[in-house]
T-cell receptor
């Protein structure tokens, strides 16, 4: 099946720094990608919908200036956590939609902010 | 508010026994329903979905799920568990006509199948 690569799988950073997470669809073009966040023992929460060539659509309560999303090509979306703080520590997962029906997920990124 | 509940953090089953992983939802209308599985260090993988039609849906790896509208449930089942089924399982719903947009996930249930 289709593969979505997410990198890095884990990252530790100092408070105040920025971290970029990449999500790539390896064998298909994805006009739409999604970014989720998961806290321990809680649901995956949709943060934003990323559309190639246009601005991302953020869910209510998600700070767009904090979580910058860029979807510059049909195979790559990036999530940048700007000025990270310990409360941003979480598990971030991307997914890419193939056509109108199939959704493929990356393996996730564990972010720890010290 | 729309939500998905997976009441069990973990389910333990002996190999060869039937398994059930529970899911209930609270979404207005007729939602799309999904089950995903996540193995360690891997992305979520699609197992099965219900959109309309027969209440019993068959999916990958011998799994099936039963849609019960009156109980707003979509429990995942397998007649005979394998050790290799041990993983994290997520139930998800999408509002009516939502397709794969705005999936609402449960918190996940860890399935442990013992030899």
């Amino acid at each position: 099946g289709a593969v979505v690569s997410q990198h890095p799988s884990w990252v530790i950073c100092k408070s105040g720094t920025s971290v970029k997470i990449e999500c790539r669809s390896l064998d298909f073009q994805a006009t739409t990608m999604f970014w989720y966040r998961q806290f321990p023992k809680q649901s995956l929460m949709l943060m934003a919908t990323s559309n190639e060539g246009s601005k991302a659509t953020y869910e209510q309560g998600v700070e767009k200036d904090k979580f910058l999303i860029n979807h510059a090509s049909l195979t790559l979306s990036t999530l940048t956590v700007t000025s990270a703080h310990p409360e941003d520590s979480s598990f971030y997962i991307c997914s890419a939609r193939q056509g109108n029906e199939k959704l493929f997920f990356g393996s996730g990124t564990q972010l720890s902010v010290l | 508010a729309q939500s998905v509940a997976q009441p069990e953090d973990q389910v333990n089953v002996a190999e060869g026994n039937p398994l059930t992983v529970k899911c209930t939802y609270s979404v207005s209308g007729n939602p799309y329903l999904f089950w995903y599985v996540q193995y360690p260090n891997r992305g979520l993988q699609f197992l099965l979905k219900y959109i309309t039609g027969d209440n019993l849906v068959k999916g990958s790896y011998g799994f099936e799920a039963e849609f019960n509208k009156s109980q707003t449930s979509f429990h995942l089942k397998k007649p005979s568990a394998l050790v290799s089924d041990s993983a994290l399982y997520f139930c998800a719903v999408s509002p009516p006509r939502g397709g794969y947009n705005k999936l609402i996930f449960g918190a996940g249930t860890r399935l442990a199948v013992h030899p």
